[in-house]
């Protein structure tokens, strides 16, 4: 534990001018951003008498073994930079609001030439129009299906689509009439697109234009005694009407705006949020933190509000944001908000009428989501905890893992050998820490060998960077040793960023027996590492063995300890499992043209466009080739002499039958070699 006044900067030496400050922990971890008007008022706050502190504070300042700072011009600037900074470095003395799930959202793709209606989760994507969030995904499907009626644009996947339009047949719903069938040309591009923006409008509430125009043409069909045509528009008419009753009236007067809710102790916090468009609730998603700093309820809804709209542009941010308690100042984050949406928001506390119903309604929820989080998490940490100190007394630890890492070797009968390396902390999975590994010490299957090397590349990693240094032990370039990774480069030590092979785990498992348990070991010691624990698990009678003992522990097979260690060997298991497939998968559809010199993927997409497979192009003259646009004479020569060069590809075999089929330019892989199609579990069988 740290002492705040070693660190402490000299009298004079912090700026009186607004700022964002950083502290960091001994291993130049950053562990709390924050932002003041006054970054000298706010920081003499930290280095106080620990007795005065609140307990999370305090916990943060003798954590931390240095603090930083940046002024800025505006307390906007601070806001802004505060917020980019929590999501680079991921402080873990930050509120960091959890959703409590991945929320579906009804999508319509604006940035492809036929605009596809379908159901998104994850990060949003450029060019695509959102609406939700939703409860549940079957939500968005009934609306989806009452209104394809009415806007029978595309669903179906990118495959299913271009198999239509070589076919020239539709899929069923362009049959029963749910869609327009871009793919066999009923409708042109513009016509489809068209559609799409009177789905999308219809969605953002611009409702009572389309009912009105449905119920005139309802009107004049049945004038014009075209009876089946009226009744096809009433049906329309009552599936829009149908599709709207989904979304209560809650605003009479067509507001668009986001109701945010805050419940909390004085340990966690729950948020829960209600989009309303155009009077109708749209959405409504919630989240759940630990409160590890000191914070009010205004500085809870300031985090929420960065992120919510940390991302969002234009409509994305509405005009009138309701919240129970104002961040201190408002005025920048209101400022921040316009400037998110391109004009004014309003940023204010509902006090009577049917925006104070609703905000009510909206607490109520975020009352029951705290409840509830509370219930399933006292139960799921009472569990993580036991397993924690099972296994540490099953190990003879001095203290519970917190941070476990777990290694496993995969191979396909010796090729393509690679390695993974997972973790788990305090009982749950960091994704963002798992690591993956190429063997590249010697060639052929041996896993005693491959976990040798894996543990010692990266222990040595972790060597290198405890000496604060900023570079790997011998000058490599972070991936040159083929590890895989891609969250992130190795960087010096000022950047605070989490670097990787960073930290040191209390317990190591090998996916393995004796031997692999040996193997790491062995590893740790050549490296002078005594204070890390190994252990392995055996799959045959899920054995724990640890080394330099002949006899395996054996724990209870109601164990929360041993199932936790199961868990986190299976993880290992699926995570080396899918890097060894995506490798075998790459090496398959590996290319002549991938060793012809500039020549990237979409000059190589236009080549197999041009001539239909390899095998046309193999045979193509240096002139005939010149014809595809993009490829000069002489990039023509280098790709003709390549493929001279590399032997022809080896027809591809149904396995089931044995027949050997013809390419097809449809059944073509990315490097544009055919696929071979068959039974690929009984390859898969043979994985390790």
């Known amino acids: 534990m740290a002492d705040p006044s070693s660190y402490r900067p000299r009298p004079g030496q912090i700026p009186d001018?607004?700022?964002?400050?950083?502290?960091?922990?001994?291993?130049?971890?950053?562990?709390?951003?924050?932002?003041?008007?006054?970054?000298r008022q706010r920081l003499a706050n930290y280095f106080q008498d620990l007795a005065n502190l609140h307990p999370r504070t305090r916990s943060m300042v003798t954590t931390a073994a240095s603090v930083e700072w940046t002024v800025v011009s505006t307390e906007v600037e601070a806001l802004q930079l505060e917020y980019s900074w929590i999501k680079e470095f991921d402080p873990r003395f930050n509120v960091k609001y959890r959703d409590d799930k991945s929320y579906p959202y009804l999508a319509v793709t604006m940035n492809e030439e036929y605009p596809r209606v379908q159901v998104m989760r994850g990060h949003k994507k450029k060019g695509v129009r959102y609406f939700g969030p939703y409860a549940h995904a079957w939500a968005i499907r009934d609306t989806v299906d009452l209104l394809l009626r009415v806007f029978?644009?595309?669903?179906?996947?990118?495959?299913v689509f271009k198999n239509a339009a070589r076919t020239g047949r539709p899929c069923l719903l362009g049959y029963i009439g749910k869609c327009s069938a871009p793919c066999v040309g009923r409708v042109s591009a513009e016509e489809h697109r068209e559609l799409a923006e009177e789905f999308s409008d219809f969605m953002a509430g611009r409702t009572g234009t389309y009912l009105r125009r449905l119920e005139q043409r309802m009107r004049e069909a049945a004038e014009e005694m075209e009876y089946e045509r009226a009744a096809r528009l009433r049906d329309d008419i009552e599936a829009l009407k149908k599709a709207m009753e989904k979304n209560a009236v809650v605003l009479a007067d067509a507001t668009d705006a986001d109701l945010i809710a805050v419940a909390e102790d004085e340990l966690e916090a729950a948020v829960q949020i209600f989009h309303v468009r155009g009077g109708r609730v749209r959405g409504q998603r919630g989240w759940v933190t630990d409160k590890v700093e000191e914070i009010t309820t205004g500085a809870l809804v300031e985090h929420a509000l960065q992120q919510l709209y940390g991302e969002e542009s234009g409509d994305a941010v509405p005009k009138e944001v309701l919240v129970p308690a104002l961040p201190d100042p408002v005025e920048p984050v209101q400022e921040w908000l316009a400037g998110r949406r391109g004009s004014g928001v309003s940023l204010r506390i509902p006090q009577r009428g049917d925006k104070r119903a609703l905000m009510e309604t909206v607490e109520r929820n975020a009352q029951q989501a705290l409840v509830l989080h509370k219930t399933r998490r006292a139960s799921d940490l009472t569990t993580r905890s036991r397993a924690l100190e099972e296994i540490a007394e099953a190990l003879d630890l001095d203290s519970a893992p917190l941070r476990i890492e777990c290694y496993d070797i995969s191979h396909l009968q010796g090729d393509d050998v690679v390695a993974s390396m997972v973790v788990f902390e305090d009982g749950l999975q960091r994704k963002s820490e798992y690591r993956r590994f190429q063997i590249k010490g010697f060639e052929g299957q041996d896993d005693v060998r491959s976990m040798h090397e894996v543990i010692s590349r990266r222990f040595r990693r972790y060597l290198a960077e405890k000496e604060r240094t900023g570079e790997w032990a011998d000058g490599e370039n972070p991936d040159a040793d083929g590890s895989g990774d891609s969250t992130g480069n190795g960087l010096t030590e000022d950047d605070g960023r989490p670097r990787k092979f960073a930290y040191p785990p209390q317990l190591v498992v090998v996916d393995g027996g004796q031997p692999q348990v040996?193997?790491?070991?062995?590893?740790?010691?050549?490296?002078?590492?005594?204070?890390?624990?190994?252990?392995?698990?055996?799959?045959?009678?899920?054995?724990?063995?640890?080394?330099?003992?002949?006899?395996?522990?054996?724990?209870?097979?109601?164990?929360?300890?041993?199932?936790?260690?199961?868990?986190?060997?299976?993880?290992?298991?699926?995570?080396?499992?899918?890097?060894?497939?995506?490798?075998?998968?790459?090496?398959?559809?590996?290319?002549?043209?991938?060793?012809?010199?500039?020549?990237?993927?979409?000059?190589?997409?236009?080549?197999?466009?041009?001539?239909?497979?390899?095998?046309?192009?193999?045979?193509?003259?240096?002139?005939?080739?010149?014809?595809?646009?993009?490829i000069g004479r002489k990039t023509a020569e280098t790709i003709a002499v390549a493929l001279a060069q590399a032997a022809p590809a080896a027809p591809a075999v149904n396995t089931a039958t044995g027949e050997i089929m013809e390419e097809e330019p449809g059944t073509m892989g990315s490097g544009g070699e055919p696929v071979t199609t068959g039974a690929p579990d009984q390859r898969r069988g043979q994985e390790t």
């Open 152 to 159: 029978p644009v595309r669903t179906c996947s990118a495959g």
């Open 17 to 39: 001018s607004p700022g964002v400050y950083r502290f960091r922990d001994e291993h130049r971890r950053v562990i709390y951003v924050g932002k003041a008007k006054s970054l």
């Open 518 to 630: 040996a193997a790491a070991k062995k590893a740790l010691d050549e490296l002078g590492i005594d204070d890390i624990a190994v252990c392995g698990l055996a799959k045959r009678l899920e054995e724990v063995w640890l080394p330099d003992q002949d006899d395996p522990v054996v724990l209870p097979r109601t164990s929360e300890g041993l199932y936790l260690l199961q868990r986190v060997r299976d993880e290992a298991h699926r995570f080396a499992i899918t890097y060894q497939r995506t490798k075998r998968a790459k090496r398959f559809r590996a290319s002549p043209l991938d060793d012809v010199p500039g020549l990237g993927d979409t000059r190589k997409q236009a080549l197999l466009k041009h001539f239909g497979s390899l095998k046309k192009l193999r045979s193509a003259t240096i002139d005939q080739i010149c014809e595809v646009p993009g």
